[in-house]
C-alpha cells in the first residue's frame, strides 16, 4: 500500500516537502478505533518504551529499597533535555545507589534543551553522561542490577539480568512472545526492541488499564502513570513535546516520544472515552521536529482530547526565517480517524 501523507510544509502558499506515516488508536480493552496506513508496520519502540524498561525498578522493589521518589520514577521513564533539574535528579539517584556518573554507559552529549547547551558552550562547561537524555533511565538499571544482585558493568548487555527483565516486561505489555521481539542496540546503548506498531499501542492501553496483570504489576502501572502526569516537566522539558502536551491536559494523558519518529500515548478513561486511549505513530521518514509534534496534536483534536486552543503554535507549526519571520507553515493533512482508513 501507498504509505499516506500525514504532514504537509507549505512555504508561502507552495507545498514545499511532505512527511509520510503510520498511526493506530485503539481504546483501553484493546478495540481499534481508527487506523491510518499500515498498523503493522514493524519498526524500533525506541525511547516510547521507557515506562516499560522503568516498570522492573518498580516490581523488584528496587525503587523502595533506595528510596526513589515520585520525581526519580519519573526521570526513570524520561527523555529529558539536560536542564539542570534533570541532571540534579539524576544525581541525586545516583547517590542513592551509591554509584557514580562514570558507572553510567548512555554515554555523553549535550543537552537537548537549546539555552542550556548554549550556555554550557560559552562557559567552557563539557557535558557529562548526566545530561544524556537517558541519563535517567540508565540510573533506574544500574538500580535494579545492585538490588537484584546483577552485574553492574554489563547492565546494558543483553544477557544481563536486568535486561532480561525489560524484554519480559516488553513482552508482557505488548502480549508478544518474547522469542518473538527483534532485539536492537538504542543510541544510549542499551537494547530495544522492534514491534509492529499495533503491538506498542496496546503495551500503553495495558499500562493504563492494567485490570490482567498481577497485584504487583498493577500497583507499578498505577506508581508510573502518576509519577509521569505528577511531573511532566521531567519526562521532557521546557522545548519537549511531552511535557508540552502534558500540561495542556494535566492528568488526562502520558506522552512518550521515541526517536525517528515514533510517538505513543495514553489517555485516561473519560466521558467520551470510558475505557481510555492509545496512540501509537510512526513518521516514516523518522522525522521528530516537524511532523510528529504536527500530527500528534491533531490525532489529539480529533479525538477530543485537545482542544482548539491547547498548543495553537504547535498544530499548524510556524515556519519563521532567519529574522523571526513567519514564512509558512507545517500542517497535518486531513486524516479521517475511521477505522476503515
Known sequence: MEVPIL???????TVESLHRGHFIVMD???????????PATVTFFRSACKPFQAMPL???????????????IALSCASHS?????????????????LKESDLHCGTHLPFNDGEAKRMLRSGIEPTQLHNNCSGKHTAMLAVAKHVGADTGTYCDPRNPVQQMIVETISLFTEIPKNKIQIGIDGCAAPN????????????????????FSDNVRAAC?????????????????????????????G????????????????????????GLAIALKIEDGD????????????????????????PDVSPMPIKNRRGDSVGKITATSFELTANS
Open 7 to 13: 504532514a504537509q510544509v507549505i512555504r508561502g502558499t
Open 28 to 38: 483501553g480493552g484493546g478495540k481499534m478505533i481508527a487506523a491510518v496506513g499500515e
Open 58 to 72: 518498580v516490581t523488584s522493589g528496587a525503587a523502595d529499597a533506595f528510596g526513589f521518589d515520585e520525581s526519580e
Open 82 to 98: 539536560g536542564e539542570p533539574f534533570h541532571v540534579a535528579t539524576a544525581q541525586n539517584m545516583l547517590d542513592k545507589i551509591g
Open 193 to 212: 526492541f522492534a514491534l509492529p506498531l499495533s503491538a506498542m499501542a496496546k503495551s500503553f492501553a495495558n499500562l493504563i488499564r492494567p485490570e490482567n
Open 222 to 250: 498505577t506508581r508510573i502513570v502518576n509519577a509521569m502526569t505528577k511531573f511532566p516537566e521531567l519526562i521532557g522539558g521546557s522545548e519537549r513535546l511531552d511535557t508540552m502536551l502534558m500540561r495542556a491536559v494535566p
Open 252 to 275: 488526562k494523558l502520558i506522552s512518550k516520544v521515541g526517536a525517528d519518529g515514533v510517538w505513543l500515548c495514553a489517555a485516561a478513561p473519560s466521558e467520551k472515552w470510558p475505557e
Open 288 to 311: 521528530d521536529k516537524r511532523a510528529r509534534p504536527v500530527v500528534a496534536v491533531e490525532i489529539l483534536r480529533k479525538l477530543e482530547i485537545l482542544s482548539d486552543a491547547d498548543l
